[in-house]
């Protein structure tokens, strides 16, 4: 694979500015529309223009759905209405629909009026799909066969009609009501001779999925299923579009890296990085971050409570970072992994009691294994080595059996909320690892102190 | 979607223990074969094996690579040389070897022995392909053409050897040292005349990888282009395997998966959740946990070293869980997205500049508003409203400026440390997340120290 370098850019704006149309063309013949749409974000807007109108037509409508929104904006913007017409005939239907979703007002009236009438009725009636369900995502441009067609005239109908279809391997058989009857690949058909009717062989078992469905359930049925596409059904169960996997990957990688912000405290964000100014991360990350800071009231008001006692064992105050950090560490692993395992559907909300024992049992043994580690490493290291007279047995104790309960305690706590969340409709990552901190460093806290107060009897 | 649920598995069950094989054979056949895969793990070993001998024979195949390693290893054994050799020659290749590299050795020569020599000449070339490399992730089942077909030749090749080849809907055209030289797709075929000849009209400008990249490379490759195959080639550019979609996405789910588990102190793990045993668990967990909890020491050193001054201004203990946690998220949040971008390609490690330039104006201005959040917090709900005589304005004011001073250094932190990683050879993830804490944890502490040294001359 080559990436796009540097000199490429520096190359591509000499030819730009050298008016040397023909060899801009023929090197971004070259690219990949991926690509082209990686060069042209490092181009000002007015090579940006220049380069694209030396475009092949097919190539630069391929490239244009790469772009980002931004830079799709300000080329409509700059386009006649000859070009934006050559440009939205191209596009496929579904990538069409997610353009107009993120455009002004103007620019939407702008596409809609390039597009012929029916091609607009279609966009219209997919714009009116929930934002994150499958009709927001689906395409409308798939092929529907038949039961009683032959081999021979459902690959006539493919190559008469299917060109611009997005995705001719897959299909579908459907009534004259447009229920869905069936489907079959184009590798059934060239399997069977041209007189064979294709509802002799086609699939009847047929997987499919609703409008109003979450589009994350769509992508996750394609993953689970190993399916280039999957049929979309409304109430009736008539055929209304198909998901293709090309789109479901993306859903899945944006779902991914929605619950990875999530699960660190920010709000996530459409944006890549680089094309985020620091006021909208201020934006995404503050609330969290407040709501974080705030809520550590409770284990200063805990810690405030017990500041007589601290102050008579003041050596107690060094280990609660430790403890604290270890009862985090402990009860964000369960969260993560018990999040992680909801999104997947490897975990369901009736596991919970056989989630809750297999995490006590880890609890143990992962409480035990770092209670006797700290015991070992304050007798060598702070009683021993540092000769620090405050750091007794029973200190000792007192800090090894709090991280035995924290961990336990935070193992158990870890793995009830994401699915409590799961269970109140709410999204696991967020009840998981921001809030689990906050809670986990309270009850460290209380832990510690109440052994403090048992086994010091101060 | 209908999902699998415990009635359907009563019902088997009962029809599998009143020798109903009809009943069984008919249910089975209208589920998918991931599905029955599912259905499959509620089973004993026993039921397992009989309904599987029950299946229609192409739909057996396909649901075995479904199951579990422990299920296939668990039929493997009980299958006799002529069920092995059945299920193994309708199973891909690439999903042979994929079995292949998880069972003993015992059970991977049985596997090899049903195995035509042809075929078991091409396992063992693909087995010996480093593990996560494109290599091991490849099949070599695809189309190869020539360039001089026509389009009815090409589509006689694809009828005659293509049925039993993965993916069929894009194919390669070869020289006759196999070199790469174009792909097209059935649409494109489809879309000439009978006689034309395929290099006319072929796509010669193909990415490919090669096999010793890395599997991980390809799955975002096949993203990013939208692709449905990818093809892989040697050193000397001569074609020897394709990546197919379905397994790309499988790579990108394992890496997400690997990724959000190391950011949270977790050893990756290949088993889902719940067939992990707490053994395993604790074995994935503590290294993190022990290694964690002792270099709190260091945290723990600081504050023995200001306990004579802490001692003095007890108050200021209160604060210390919440500057830690503060300090914490803030960097936590830089270093995810930092990573998260490195891994989906939109960060580069030349990016660094600009990249520390962005996370010190977010600092900035996170630290600003939280510092005056917990000024006026510190003033109302600890000074006024608890009436705290040791809150004075002047330890508000150490508490908020460590506030600003450590958020800023936190968000440099976290977004330097997974570049560096990077930059080293070293997983991002690993550096990011665990560490983080630990390094902010402590820088926390000293610039609250030093800050409340400073200003309350203590």
């Known amino acids: ?75 409509i913007q700059a386009f006649n ?46 714009l009116q799909y929930p934002e994150e369900s499958v009709g927001s995502l689906m395409t409308i441009e798939y092929i529907a066969l038949r039961g009683s067609m032959t081999v021979r005239q459902a690959i006539d109908k493919i190559r008469k009609t299917g060109m611009n279809k997005e995705m001719i391997y897959t ?21 069977h001779t041209d007189e064979t009717p294709i ?7 047929v997987i499919s999925i609703g409008t109003h469905d979450d589009q994350e359930q769509a992508a996750q049925m394609l993953s689970k299923y190993d399916f280039l596409a999957l049929p979309v059904v409304d109430y009736e169960n008539r055929l209304v579009g198909i998901v293709t996997i090309d789109d479901a990957v993306d859903v899945l990688q944006e779902e991914n890296t929605e619950d990875m912000e999530i699960m660190a405290a920010i709000a996530p964000s459409d944006h890549p990085y680089l094309k985020t100014t620091p006021l ?15 809520s550590a009231t409770f284990t200063g008001m805990i810690i405030s409570n017990f500041e007589d006692k601290l102050a008579a064992y003041v050596a107690l105050t060094a280990f609660i970072p430790m403890l604290m950090g270890t009862g985090g ?80 305690a935070a193992k158990i706590v870890g793995c009830i909320l994401p699915i409590a969340a799961k269970r109140l409709g709410l999204d696991p990552a967020v009840m998981a690892s921001p809030f689990i901190t906050t809670i986990v460093d309270a009850l460290s806290l209380l832990i510690y102190f109440q052994l403090a107060v048992a086994i010091l009897h101060i």
């Open 81 to 126: 209405d000859v070009e934006l017409k050559e440009v939205f005939e191209q596009v496929f239907l579904d990538d069409t629909v997610n353009i107009i979703e993120e455009m002004p007002a103007n620019v939407v009236k702008r596409i809609l009026r390039s597009c012929r009438p029916e091609r607009r009725k279609m966009i219209n009636e997919l």
């Open 280 to 294: 909208e991360m201020w934006g995404k990350r503050i609330p969290w971050l407040l709501f974080l800071m705030l």
């Open 329 to 408: 560490n402990s009860g964000g692993q369960a969260s993560v992994m018990i999040t992680r395992g909801l999104s997947l559907g490897e975990i369901e909300i009736s596991d919970l009691p056989k989630v809750i024992w297999k995490e006590f049992r880890v609890g143990i043994l992962c409480g035990v294994t770092l209670a006797i580690a700290n015991f070992g490493k304050m007798l060598l290291v702070d009683r021993y080595l540092m000769h620090n007279p405050d750091i007794t047995i029973l200190v000792i104790t007192v800090v090894s059996l709090t991280i035995l309960v924290e961990v336990i």
């Open 171 to 191: 299909c579908y058989v459907v009534d004259d009501q447009r229920h869905l009857e069936g489907l079959l690949s184009i590798r059934d058909l060239l399997n």
């Open 1 to 75: 694979m080559e990436q796009i370098q540097e000199q490429d850019v520096l190359q591509l704006k000499a030819w730009i500015h050298g008016k040397q149309p023909m060899e801009v063309r023929n090197y971004l013949s070259t690219l990949m529309p991926a690509d082209i749409a990686m060069l042209f974000e490092d181009l000002e807007e007015e090579e940006r223009l220049i380069a694209f109108r030396i475009l092949p037509k097919e190539l630069a409508a391929d490239a244009f759905v790469y772009f980002d929104n931004e830079i799709q904006e300000d080329l």
């Open 199 to 205: 509802e002799t062989f086609m699939e009847t078992n």
